[in-house]
């Protein structure tokens, strides 16, 4: 019926691979969790922190390509539709940032220095203290996540929705 792929308006290179590695990054940093939670060793927390931290620094160059690049014109869709669209995509930016810079601050409170990989160490560069690390440790576990699990979930059934049910080809955009 409709073969909108040849004209369709896509994001640009950059974004497109600025977008799919956050995702990529964000599935393995949780993978890490669940690993460490469920085999119960050290090696894989020491994984979540060090991605966990790359996925901070990659989305700091995400926002700033997103600053330089242009977007593509958005789709037509009623105006609720745009406003929900670009305030949960905010949304996740925000909370892509927040949760590492929570979870290092997180390390660094409870006295922690963070290891990247064995390349180099995120040092404690505060003065350690357990009241503020509890207060992080709730804040990355019981608040962000959830958040991160809402949006993202909504994010995707968006997709689908306009995939399926719409059948419009916006994920040909970020393809
Ligand atoms: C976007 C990046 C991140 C995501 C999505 C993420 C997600 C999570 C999740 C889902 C948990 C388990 C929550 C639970 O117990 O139910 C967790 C725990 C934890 N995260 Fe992260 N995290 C991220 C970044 C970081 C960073 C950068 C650090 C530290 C440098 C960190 C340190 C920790 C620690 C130490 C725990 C264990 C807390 C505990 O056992 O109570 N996280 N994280
Ligand atoms: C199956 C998984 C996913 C699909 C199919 C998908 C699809 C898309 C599409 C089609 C767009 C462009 C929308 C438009 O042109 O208006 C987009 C944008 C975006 N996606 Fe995803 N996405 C997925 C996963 C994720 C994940 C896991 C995250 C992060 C948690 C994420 C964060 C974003 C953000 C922040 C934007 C807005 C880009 C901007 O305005 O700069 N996506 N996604």
Redesign the pocket.
């Known amino acids: 019926m409709n073969n909108a792929n040849s004209n369709v308006s896509k994001w640009s290179v950059s974004s497109r691979i600025f977008h799919w590695i956050s995702a990529a ?2 599935l393995v ?2 993978l890490m ?1 669940l690993l ?2 469920n085999l119960d060793s050290n090696v894989f ?1 020491g994984y ?6 790359s ?2 620094f990659w989305m700091i160059a995400r926002v700033i390509n997103r600053i330089f690049t242009k977007a593509p014109p958005p789709l037509a869709m009623p105006k609720w539709q745009m406003l929900v669209s670009q305030l949960s995509h905010f949304a996740l930016y925000a909370i ?1 940032i927040a ?6 601050l ?3 409170y ?1 006295g ?1 220095p ?1 290891d990247i990989f064995g390349t180099f160490q ?1 040092p404690v560069f505060v003065t350690p203290d357990r009241s503020l690390a509890r207060f992080y ?1 709730n804040l ?3 608040i ?2 959830p958040m ?1 699990i809402g949006f993202t979930v909504l994010h995707i059934a968006a997709a689908l929705y306009h995939q399926f049910v719409k059948k419009d080809n916006l994920i040909a955009r970020m393809k």
Request: charged residues 10%; neutral net charge.
């Open positions: 990054l964000l940093t949780w969790i460490y939670e927390i979540h922190k060090a991605f966990g931290v996925l901070l892509l949760m590492p810079m929570v979870g290092l997180m390390a660094v409870g922690r963070v995120i440790n990355h576990t019981e962000i996540w991160i």
